[in-house]
């Protein structure tokens, strides 16, 4: 079982992963565990205080730095008692790495992850080098706080969990697994809006289609994030594939068909 103990001001927010979709069906089987903790259950004062101004002036306020030791500590105490060894506590921040799959699949290799989900402008920076592993960052953005930042990780990391999904190559398949962008998908009916399903998809040749479908997975990485093949090395199979690609895209521009 996979372990997220999550420290955040508004635990109802992960009603979204346990009570809908992959998610829920995962709780509710028992392949993951989500615990919350509301750092204001650890604060000294009678207004459950957790944020200050910040020393230097600026707009806003900063979480303090006690009632989140606290909530941390409490969270991997949880865990080192259900026997969990492997732990990382991980901070959702503008400032950290960004989100991939190989940071997923590094982060999924942990039995626990301990996540700090922020609010307001941050948090004390103190704490962070105390008792933060790792700052991840979904994106090139700002959000109103770190709990959607979390919920996308654990959504990320569950759903790649053996059994999850009910396909068993769905989680193999899906974008970015192999560095690359997703193949076109398509479904009834056959002709829609006057564009017909590409024919090799109902030939009923499955070595025609997989090869059909990396051409266009890579032509479409090439198209939409060449950033992302630049990474790769291709082996012969799939440098001849991209070529093709190139040279089909090449002939449709010039005859518009």
């Known amino acids: 079982m996979k372990r997220f103990d999550v420290v955040t001001l508004f635990p109802d927010m992960f009603d979204a992963l346990t009570n809908f979709g992959i998610t829920q ?8 565990e989500l615990v919350l903790w509301n750092p204001r259950e650890f604060a000294q004062n009678a207004y459950r205080s957790v944020d200050d101004r ?3 002036g600026g707009p806003g306020m900063v979480m303090m730095a006690d ?8 969270a991997k105490a949880r865990q080192g008692s259900c026997g969990v060894r492997n732990m990382r506590t ?9 989100l991939d799959q190989v940071l997923v699949d590094e982060l999924a290799q942990a039995d626990g992850l301990v996540l700090l989900a922020g609010r307001y402008e941050g948090v004390d920076e103190r704490l962070v080098e105390q008792e933060v592993d790792e ?13 959607l930042p979390a919920m996308v990780l654990i ?33 009834r009916p ?8 590409p024919p090799v998809l109902l030939s009923g040749n499955h070595a025609d289609i997989r090869r059909w479908r990396m051409k266009q997975a890579l032509g479409r990485t090439w198209r939409r994030r060449p950033d992302l093949l630049a ?5 012969a199979e799939q440098a001849r594939l991209l070529e093709e690609y190139k040279a089909e895209s090449v002939a449709t521009e010039k005859t518009g068909v």
């Open 231 to 235: 990474k790769l090395q291709l082996d």
């Open 54 to 56: 910040p020393y230097g």
């Open 190 to 197: 056959e002709v829609y809006a006057g564009l017909a399903v």
């Open 67 to 74: 009632p989140l030791a606290k909530a941390l500590r409490a």
């Open 90 to 98: 991980v901070f959702l921040s503008p400032q950290g790495r960004v």
């Open 135 to 147: 700052e991840v960052s979904i994106g090139d953005y700002v959000v109103s706080g770190g709990e």
């Open 155 to 187: 959504d990320s990391i569950v759903r790649r969990m053996p059994g999850v999904l009910n396909d068993a190559g769905s989680a193999s398949d899906e974008s970015f697994v192999e560095g690359i962008l997703d193949f076109p998908q398509y479904t």
């Open 25 to 32: 069906r995962a709780y509710d089987r028992g392949q993951f």
